[in-house]
């Protein structure tokens, strides 16, 4: 049990956060929320027709409009607080709301507008939320559990700093689960609930950035991955994720992880397009983040044309110079249910016709075999460091599980298991190079959102993570629906049994289907170019 002085600082810190919605954030629905919540900014009446007209905006074309003066930095900030606050009281996404730092940073950029008639970057006037743990100057933060609540930064961190020059305004801070190690997202603050399905979770560890872009609070997200943590928001909830190929994008200023890992971990955007994903991280590397750390790798993004010509290719592999894509079909442990199935087959249906672009299968390997090293070298202190970090604070069932995936290593053990990993890593390298191959298509999960405290399986996005393989989730447009049943299926193992016992499309009905790129490391512009050859075919479904 949770001690009472514990259960009495999470009720401060909440009761802290609620007070920052004022009077005219607040909404007062005059009945019970619909199960989607995905277009309640339109149809609850909190927003007006021009800020709902705002909020339906890519970052990319809002960055266009305020450059242009068709929108002020104001007024974009105000609609946005005010989606954002509505996607709060249906999806409890948020650890932190900054209305009033975020109008004071939008009134200072539209003043530098009226003297200039210049924006100050890129991204001038375009709110962006930020996961919790991610430090923003002046905004209180935690790490996931009660003792590392409230921080307040007295710094940005590095790509925080880096999109402040860009001009971007920051609304929010974003809800993850206790351990940041959760393909959910459950703390002292509550669930995050899935804006399509409030009945399912809205993915983790970024699950805040997943529910409030999804429900159009926010346009455009910085979340990190070491799992899946990017991936699995943007798939649960409709959107775009991009995990880059560790040390391109800067990690500092991120406080309190609870890992002791030898598996790479990295920071990535969430958005609704895929030019936004691309935006963000071009902002990020064209200021050589790499001059103020030494980690990174001293890489500017590099263009890749239509054809695959750059980045240190010469073109696409396939016959023709089409793109030639490996499809994954499912993992070899956890068979995908049938509405990922379903978006997987028709994804290959609509790019069996497409003129550049070439199939063949990709079957992986030693998938259980990775999952195992990559679970212990999450936790080579066996979990320690955590329970030290969470005090009398109770485990959650996730974080729980996770930890039980591992044991405390000697050095020479963790040696023995980074020297196979880098085996398996060549050995994979090795596969894709045999293929000819310029991308692999896959599921980001073997199922939908699920209910909540159930998400167990990692391991459609952790062998990216495993193989430090750049990987980009996108949204098919498919969604579940009541025919999508798996009856008479018979699981070959426990992980397949607990999925199909837990997934049933009257459970999941209506949750977003998002598949999954990826390619070797630094392949990270050949990924977003593929995906571009790709978004040719979406979306698959329409609403």
């Not at 950029?109 to 991204?123: A, F, Q, S």
């Not at 006037?125 to 923003?136: A, L």
């Not at 710094?155 to 305004?169: E, F, K, S, W, Y």
């Not at 801070?173 to 669930?191: A, C, D, R, W």
Request: charged share 20%.
């Amino acid at each position: 049990m949770i001690s009472s002085d514990l259960q009495a600082k999470a009720a401060r810190l909440i009761a802290a956060r609620d007070a920052q919605f004022t009077a005219d954030y607040r909404f007062s629905p005059s009945s019970p929320f619909p199960l989607d919540v995905s277009d309640l900014y339109r149809s609850s009446g909190f927003l007006s027709p021009r800020q709902i007209d705002i909020v339906s905006h890519d970052a990319t074309s809002l960055a266009g409009a305020i450059a242009k003066r068709t929108y002020t930095a104001v007024e974009v900030t105000e609609a946005f607080c005010r989606s954002a606050a509505l996607a709060q009281e249906s999806t409890n996404c948020l650890a932190w709301f900054a209305p009033k730092e975020a109008l004071d940073a939008a009134k200072s950029l539209d003043e530098v507008m009226e003297k200039t008639g210049r924006p100050v970057g890129p991204l001038h006037g375009v709110p962006v939320s930020v996961k919790d743990f991610i430090n923003v100057k002046g905004y209180p933060q935690s790490a996931g559990h009660i003792s590392s609540a409230p921080l307040v930064p007295e710094q940005d961190a590095h790509i925080v700093a880096i999109l402040r020059r860009a001009g971007a305004v920051f609304i929010a801070k974003t809800t993850q689960p206790q351990s940041i190690m959760h393909l959910e997202t459950t703390n002292f603050y509550g669930v995050t609930r899935c804006p399509y399905n409030t009945n399912l979770t809205a993915g983790g560890s970024s699950g805040g950035e997943g529910a409030i872009i999804g429900a159009r609070g926010s346009v455009l997200g910085l979340t990190t991955d070491v799992g899946g943590s990017t991936r699995g928001p943007a798939a649960n909830n409709g959107l775009w994720g991009f995990k880059p190929s560790s040390k391109r994008l800067p990690r500092g200023g991120i406080v309190g992880v609870t890992s002791v890992s030898r598996i790479a971990g990295c920071i990535g955007p969430a958005a609704h397009s895929l030019r936004d994903l691309e935006l963000l991280v071009r902002i990020v590397l064209s200021a050589e983040p790499w001059k103020q750390d030494v980690t990174l790798v001293p890489m500017p993004w590099r263009e890749v044309d239509e054809r695959g010509v750059g980045a240190g290719c010469e073109g696409w592999s396939g016959e023709g110079g089409r793109l030639r894509v490996g499809i994954m079909w499912e993992d070899g442990v956890v068979r995908p249910v049938k509405p990922t199935r379903r978006a997987l087959e028709g994804m290959v249906g609509k790019l069996r016709e497409h003129p550049r672009v070439e199939l063949v299968d990709f079957t992986p390997e030693s998938v259980a075999e990775i999952w195992k090293i990559t679970a212990q070298l999450y936790y080579i202190d066996g979990g320690k460091k955590l329970r030290e970090a969470l005090g009398e604070e109770q485990m959650y069932p996730l974080t729980e599980w996770i930890v039980s995936q591992s044991h405390e290593l000697s050095n020479d053990e963790v040696t023995t298991l980074v020297n196979r990993r880098n085996a398996l890593r060549q050995r994979y390298f090795d596969l894709f190079q045999s293929l000819r191959l310029d991308v692999i298509l896959c599921p980001a999960s073997p199922g939908p959102a699920l209910p909540f405290h159930t998400t167990r399986y990692w391991s459609y996005t952790s062998l990216f993570n495993f193989l430090d393989w750049p990987a980009l989730v996108f949204p098919t447009g498919v969604r579940v629906t009541l025919n999508d049943r798996d009856d008479g299926y018979e699981p070959r193992n426990e992980d397949e049994r607990h999925l199909y016992r837990t997934y049933s499309p009257e459970t999941c009905i209506g949750a977003p289907i998002g598949l999954q790129l990826a390619a070797p490391r630094w392949h990270d512009e050949r990924v977003v170019a593929a995906a571009k050859i790709i978004e040719d075919v979406l979306p698959l479904e329409a609403d």
